[in-house]
C-alpha cells in the first residue's frame, strides 16, 4: 500500500513557475514508477509527466515537453515535477499516482493516487 500527498500548488501569472510535490508513505516507494497528471474542468484526466523507479528514463506530454520537469528523491519518498513557462492552460488539479509495471501515460497503468493539489495560472 501506497499513500500519496501533493502539495506546492497554487495561483501564479502566465510566464511564471510552480514546483510540485508528492510526498509517498511506504517503504517501497523506490520500487515504483512515479506519474504526473492533470485534470481541467470540463476535461478528462490527461498525462503531463513519469519517471522511473530509479529516476533513469522520464517522458512528457508534448504540451509540456521542454517547460516541466519530473524528478524523484527515494531517499525522502518523494517525487517533484518543476513547472516553468506556466500557461493560462496549464490551469488543473493535478495528481500524483504510483505503478508498480510502468511509466507509461495511461491512468489505468497506475496503482495508486493522490487526492491532487489545485494549479492556477492566471493570464
Known amino acids: 500500500q501506497v499513500q500519496l500527498v501533493e502539495s506546492g500548488g497554487g495561483l501564479v501569472q502566465a510566464g511564471g513557475s510552480l514546483i510540485l510535490s508528492c510526498a509517498a508513505s511506504?517503504?517501497?516507494?523506490?520500487?515504483?514508477?512515479m506519474g504526473w497528471f492533470r485534470q481541467a474542468p470540463g476535461k478528462e484526466r490527461e498525462f503531463v509527466a513519469a519517471?522511473?523507479?530509479?529516476?533513469?528514463?522520464?517522458s512528457y506530454a508534448d504540451s509540456v515537453k521542454g517547460r516541466f520537469t519530473i524528478s524523484r528523491d527515494n531517499a525522502k519518498n518523494t517525487v517533484y515535477l518543476q513547472m516553468n513557462s506556466l500557461k493560462p492552460e496549464d490551469t488543473a488539479v493535478y495528481y500524483c499516482?504510483?505503478?508498480?509495471?510502468?511509466?507509461?501515460?495511461?491512468?489505468?497503468?497506475?496503482?495508486?493516487w493522490g487526492q491532487g493539489t489545485q494549479v492556477t495560472v492566471s493570464s
Open positions: 499516482a504510483a505503478s508498480y509495471l510502468s511509466h507509461g501515460a495511461r491512468s489505468l497503468e497506475y496503482d495508486y
Open positions: 519517471i522511473t523507479w530509479n529516476g533513469g528514463s522520464t
Open positions: 511506504g517503504r517501497t516507494f523506490s520500487s515504483y514508477a
